[in-house]
């Protein structure tokens, strides 16, 4: 049964196979048995789970069930969950008991899905291998050797392992796409302004953007129909209407025109990995769809242009931070600037004081100039390529992630090496615009994921893209055997 | 660039953050890394280009000056390190 896809639980629940409690119990027995061993999850709130199922199946029987009432699902510790601890994977927030809920987990909520707990992240989702958490690595199911990605580790870690039919991710350089990518299951991360904001904890404002983690595109389309749509707690999140994402899923993609870019495929990517993403790329042709090269020729300054972006918003949204209202106190401060830099020192790890201090340098008097606005510049550059490439295609695809998994504590000392597994993911975030990545296959044992970028609020189109990849193919549904 | 120790510790505490003495060196060497790869940036023209600040050029929505919070005073002190008659407790600033 913990194998099931969330259409398919929805279906089994809708026709009285079994019962939300039921499913719920099947989720928290294997929680029980599995999680410790890969550290994903950081909280497991079983009792709320059966209390909300319970409700779930209440609400069914008063034929008030809409189509995710009732699936379990787990949230990344980085939204906020009223009266659940919410730590966003640091010890500055491991004593935080949020008093309110995030927008994304009170649409769920409202939508009926039970929330069986918090998954494990890098700390304040920065991290490419969910080894900066205070918590502790994650590790990934394919290989307990390897790193599930990040910063939605734990969230990755979760649904490749069926600890959970689908879980929250939030992607602000890759977080969602990457772990997808390195633990074999879909992610996407839509366009920048399509889901609200409200209650997820900041690290990059203009980039920050949550999403669904599941097994297939199908899931995807009917999280995102419950996750998207208008709030006005948060001032950058759009007034748009949410279509039925599901309704084109089987629309076909013949003349699907998908653009190539040539910078994608270059140095740096690992060749196993290029042949992966060229079988995948021929099933596309093999359905109709024509493959044209194209460039983004400033793509090469995404890494560079978002090392100074996010660490500038993340210094001025982590300043928060104080010691003071909530989170770590150090003890016995002599005075107020002892207390918050102690608090501050000893509350953040190592990588978000690096960030922190990389955006304090940026914005400081006399060097703004020469990295922030230059920095902002970059990044039209890099957005405007993509609008030139969307006149000639109608989406682009190219591999996730350079590499497989890699090992834990492989990258750990040097932050440069590890920046770069996002080197196809950041581009994305800095142009605002919806990106997928979908299973197409294996290298040495471990997932390889296939990314898909589409135009700006067309996440209806990706998902109709990636289905169509899994009508043909199979890779969404390979399991790792310690988890079957 | 490359940073000294002096730089780092500045940095440090612009940003209220307490650094051990021991880890200064460390996090010069690779904050000068890290600047070493942000500064890849210089090798484009960008004198013509308007920055951007936000993806999708959207303006900031503007509000109705309404009350919309209600106070919720005690609820949200729970997660305060030290509370004192409904007032947040810090070391003496004033003598």
């Known amino acids: 049964m913990h194998s099931k896809t969330v259409a398919e639980i929805s279906a089994g629940l809708q026709q009285g196979e079994f019962s939300s409690t039921e499913i719920t119990q099947v989720f928290l027995d294997r929680i029980d048995r599995l999680a410790e061993g890969l550290n994903c999850y950081i909280t ?11 409700k779930a199946d209440q609400l069914r029987s008063q034929g008030k069930a809409g189509p995710l009432t009732g699936v379990p699902i787990a949230h990344k510790d980085i939204f906020c969950t009223q009266g659940v601890k919410t730590t966003c994977g640091s010890q500055m927030l491991d004593n935080f008991i949020s008093p309110y809920d995030a927008a994304v987990v009170e649409r769920l909520n409202d ?5 069986l707990g918090k998954t494990n992240m890098d700390e304040f989702a920065m991290g490419s291998s969910n080894e900066t958490s205070y918590f502790g690595p994650v590790k990934n199911p394919w ?7 990040g910063s ?9 392992s069926m600890l959970a039919p689908v879980s929250t991710g939030t992607d602000t350089g890759g977080s969602i796409r990457q772990p997808a990518s390195l633990c074999g299951i879909t992610g996407l991360k839509p366009t920048y302004g399509r889901i609200s904001r409200f209650g997820m904890i900041a690290f990059a404002s203009s980039l920050d953007q949550a999403g669904p983690m599941t097994r297939t595109a199908e899931d995807a389309a009917m999280m995102l129909n419950a996750m998207a749509g208008f709030d006005d707690r948060d001032s950058t999140c759009v007034d748009k209407e949410v279509p039925d994402y599901t309704a084109n899923l089987s629309d076909s993609i013949k003349g699907l025109r998908i653009g190539l870019p040539t910078e994608f495929f270059g140095e740096g990517l690992d060749p196993a990995v290029a042949d992966t993403v060229q079988a995948a790329l021929q099933e596309y042709e093999k359905m109709g769809a024509e493959l044209v090269d194209i460039s983004l020729p400033n793509s090469g300054l995404s890494v560079p242009t978002y090392y100074v972006v996010a660490p500038a918003e993340c210094s001025s949204n982590l300043s928060r931070f104080d010691g003071v209202r909530f989170g770590y106190r150090c003890d016995s401060p002599v005075d107020l600037e002892d207390l918050y830099k102690r608090s501050r020192g000893e509350g953040f790890g190592e990588e978000v004081k690096r960030r922190i201090m990389i955006g304090t340098y940026a914005l400081s008097a006399g060097y703004y100039d020469a990295y922030y606005i230059k920095a902002q510049k970059c990044r039209r550059l890099i957005s405007d390529d993509f609008k030139k490439a969307y006149e000639k295609v109608d989406v682009i695809m190219g591999p996730t992630a350079p590499s497989v998994a890699f090992n834990t504590g492989e990258k750990t000392d040097d932050p440069v090496s590890m920046y770069l597994s996002d080197i196809y993911t950041i581009a994305v975030n800095l142009a605002g615009l919806p990106g997928m990545s979908v299973p197409a296959g294996f290298v040495d044992g471990k997932p390889v994921g296939l990314q898909l970028i589409g135009n700006y609020f067309e996440e209806s189109k990706l998902l109709n893209v990636a289905h169509q990849y899994q009508q043909v193919t199979d890779w969404h549904k390979q399991t790792p055997d310690a988890f079957k | 660039m490359s940073l000294d120790a002096a730089e780092v510790a500045k940095i440090a505490h612009l940003a209220r953050l307490g650094i051990d003495e021991k880890d200064v060196s460390d996090y010069a060497d690779n904050l000068s890394r890290i600047l070493g790869l942000v ?15 936000h993806p999708l050029e959207l303006a900031q929505r503007l509000r109705e000056d309404a009350v919309t919070e209600v106070n919720q005073r005690e609820l949200l002190q729970k997660n305060a390190p030290a509370v004192e008659n409904g007032l947040f407790l810090v070391p003496k600033v004033i003598e």
């Open chain 1, 44 to 54: 497991v709130t079983a009792e709320q789970a059966l209390e909300a199922a319970r």
């Open chain 1, 152 to 160: 939605s580790g734990g969230s990755a870690s979760v649904v490749a």
């Open chain 1, 143 to 149: 290989d307990q050797k390897a790193v599930p990605g």
């Open chain 2, 39 to 53: 500064e890849q940036m210089g090798a484009v023209d960008t004198r013509d280009v308007e920055p951007m600040a």
């Open chain 1, 111 to 115: 939508a009926g899905m039970v929330m």
